[in-house]
Every structure is written in structure tokens, then in C-alpha cells.
Nanobody, 124 residues
């Protein structure tokens, strides 16, 4: 199971911005879809935003207009830009990416992988 590599989290004041990155660990891969989730202390994991195979994006009501997802097909990386952050955005954020690559023996390998999780803390 190949794990994605997340980066970009940290501590920020209310109203600030952060950009999370999530990189596919294999060169020559292609990304088809992505989702970003978060889990706050004592709460269930929730879907924050995503991008479907056709490029259409979805956002949870609480982040619409503040968060945006994007992708870089050259770097095989997906992003979550978070603006106007609020203390209630404090959570561990996870990316989930559907991606694939051609194996050495010519077979198509399709995967759905998770990042390791990265903490975002927004102070009041």
C-alpha cells in the first residue's frame, strides 16, 4: 500500500491561510480524483472538499468560499488552499487520491491511497 506524503500544516492565527500539499510517491503516475478530509478532536472524520475525475469540485458548506482544491499533474500533487481560517477548522487533515500508473510488465495499476494526516491548528 503506497502512502501519499502530506505537507503544509501548522499553527496559524484566525483569519490566516495555509496550503496543504499531498504528493503521489511514484513518478509517471496520473491522478484521477482527490478528496480532502479532516478529523477534529472527539469528532468523526468529515469530507471537506474534493475534485472528481472530470474536474468538478465539491466543498462542505462550512468551507465553501474559503477553501479550494487544485492539482498539478506535472508534480503529481494535489492541494488544499485554506483561507480565512477559523478556530473550528482546527483538525488533522487527510488527503485521499485515486491514481494510477503503468507497471513494468505493462499492467495498469489503479490505487486509492491516503496521506499520513497533517495537523492544522488555528488560534483565536
Amino acid at each position: 500500500q503506497e502512502q501519499l506524503v502530506e505537507s503544509g500544516g501548522g499553527l496559524v492565527q484566525s483569519g490566516g491561510s495555509l496550503r496543504l500539499s499531498c504528493a503521489v510517491p511514484r513518478s509517471g503516475s496520473s491522478i484521477s480524483a482527490m478528496d480532502w478530509y479532516r478529523q477534529a478532536p472527539g469528532k468523526a472524520r468529515e469530507l471537506v472538499a474534493g475534485m472528481a475525475t472530470d474536474g468538478r469540485t465539491t466543498h462542505a458548506d462550512g468551507v465553501r468560499g474559503r477553501f479550494a482544491v487544485s492539482r498539478d499533474n506535472v508534480k503529481n500533487t494535489v492541494y488544499l488552499q485554506m483561507n480565512s481560517l477559523k478556530p473550528e477548522d482546527t483538525a488533522v487533515y487527510y488527503c485521499n487520491v485515486k491514481w494510477g500508473y503503468w507497471s513494468d510488465d505493462g499492467n495498469r495499476v489503479e490505487l486509492s491511497s491516503w496521506g499520513q494526516g497533517i495537523r492544522v491548528t488555528v488560534s483565536a
